[in-house]
T-cell receptor, first 112, second 114 residues
Framework: DAGVIQSPRHEVTEMGQEVTLRCKPISGHNSLFWYRQTMMRGLELLIYFNNNVPIDDSGMPEDRFSAKMPNASFSTLKIQPSEPRDSAVYFC??????????FGSGTRLTVV | SQQGEEDPQALSIQEGENATMNCSYKTSINNLQWYRQNSGRGLVHLILIRSNEREKHSGRLRVTLDTSKKSSSLLITASRAADTASYFCATDEYSGGGADGLTFGKGTHLIIQP
């Protein structure tokens, strides 16, 4: 089991550019979560999916943020256009029906 | 919103001593979990305690939960330099219909001095 796989590990982009973060959950897990971690705000839940369906996106900070889960093995978090205040570490986590969470190693995003 | 609030925000102790971190939360929970995060790395699940449990052990870790006070504590005994990390509590309101996501506190940064 390779765990939750996120890519890229690091991303540096210029303000205004589109950024796409990717996540592959653990096979068989039916829930997927996107979190953002900053020094100021800590870990925040952005959005989560159950069975590929977005359930709660109230944590998404702005319309510039969007997330998709086209199938059970892949999800993306997109920021368009990116801004310097989006700089953070973005974590993906997945969970099976029985509960428990496994986190990916995160994507460190720097917007300059 | 951040539900769990860890206390203290930072803790520095000598190797071999015990480290105690506390967490308070605001709403009803299904379970409470503790995670460790090494600098620049992902979150590692340490231990989960259910709302109907009061104490749980795992190796050098001991977790307590007081639902009447909405608080939990994590004790690391006989600390080691490798325990240096940030520790987060997270509450889970999982209701059986599917996971709802964790609400994290801001963490306690633990430094173990050799």
């Amino acid at each position: 089991d390779a765990g939750v796989i996120q890519s890229p590990r690091h991303e540096v982009t210029e303000m205004g550019q589109e950024v796409t973060l990717r996540c592959k959950p653990i096979s068989g897990h039916n829930s997927l979560f996107w979190y953002r971690q900053t020094m100021m705000r800590g870990l925040e839940l952005l959005i989560y999916f159950n069975n590929n369906v977005p359930i709660d996106d109230s944590g998404m900070p702005e319309d510039r943020f969007s997330a998709k889960m086209p199938n059970a093995s892949f999800s993306t978090l997109k920021i368009q256009p990116s801004e310097p205040r989006d700089s953070a570490v973005y974590f993906c986590a997945s969970s099976p029906r029985t509960g428990g969470y496994t986190f990916g190693s995160g994507t460190r995003l720097t917007v300059v | 919103s951040q539900q769990g609030e860890e206390d203290p925000q930072a803790l520095s102790i000598q190797e071999g001593e015990n480290a105690t971190m506390n967490c308070s939360y605001k709403t009803s929970i299904n379970n409470l979990q503790w995670y460790r995060q090494n600098s620049g790395r992902g979150l590692v699940h340490l231990i989960l305690i259910r709302s109907n449990e009061r104490e749980k052990h795992s190796g050098r870790l001991r977790v307590t939960l007081d639902t009447s006070k909405k608080s939990s504590s994590l004790l690391i005994t006989a600390s080691r330099a490798a325990d240096t990390a940030s520790y987060f509590c997270a509450t889970d309101e999982y209701s059986g219909g599917g996971a709802d996501g964790l609400t994290f506190g801001k963490g306690t940064h633990l430094i173990i001095q050799p």
